[in-house]
């Protein structure tokens, strides 16, 4: 497997609360995650870096394999972290009410697993279509999914950034979990909600199309939410399987 990924500051933002890691453990399974931070000058940058190190480190540690111990090992480990998380932001005033979205992908043999809280995104890039696998713990898609309001209203609405579920906000931790297969030449997208509001999954899947390095295209996808406003930090993993970039291009 192939993976890169860079985050980026944005435009707007004076510092960048998300945080991003790989990591494998004793089982070689491979753990990609992406945590964007929020609350507090502080508060965001500790939350989303707490999340991604402790679990992280956590999983090395580990010989776990399959579907059931991997999500079971990452719940019981999302709601640890989710009270060192609560338990840090009453402690330090400064880093009050401070939380973190997280998506995270599990590669082991022919299987993935994509766990996420909150709005950051992971999809899978099969057969050039771009399909989102998570779905958002926000408002506004509540108001989609119940028929409230338009998805083209939910791209402008004035609530757009109150998300639903978060690590270390309220004592429940709630995490999606999908599993599948994937097949030689998937590209799997872990993502901040920096990328998704400044650039649509049309544009998203013509840039990861592009026939060059995993890493140009996750510097176009940057430039492109840049460009197009760039209002927030910026976060984007992509992984590679099968195949690696040189027999894809070959």
Known sequence: MDITYLTDIGKKRTSNQDYVAVFRNQADVSFAIVADGMGGHLGGDVASEMAVSQIGHDFQKTALTGE??????????????????????????????????????????????????????????RDRQLTQITEDHSLVNELVKYGKISPEEAKHHPQKNVI?????????????????????????????????????????????????PLKERAQR???QANSNGGTDNITVLIAQLGPTETEVQA
């Open 68 to 125: 059931q111990p991997l999500s079971d090992w990452l719940q019981t480990e999302l709601t640890d972290e989710n009270s060192r998380i609560i338990q840090a932001s009453s402690k330090f005033a400064d880093l009050s009410g401070m939380g973190t979205t997280f998506v995270a992908l599990m590669v082991w043999g022919q299987h993935y697993l994509i766990t996420n809280i909150g709005d950051s995104r992971g999809y899978l890039y």
């Open 164 to 212: 639903t579920r978060t690590l270390g906000v309220s004592k429940d931790v709630q995490p999606d979990f999908k599993t599948g297969q994937w097949q030689a030449g998937d590209l799997f997208i872990l993502c901040s909600d920096g990328l998704t509001n400044m650039v649509s999954d049309e544009r998203m899947a013509e840039l990861l199309g592009a026939e060059v």
């Open 221 to 223: 996808l940057i430039v």
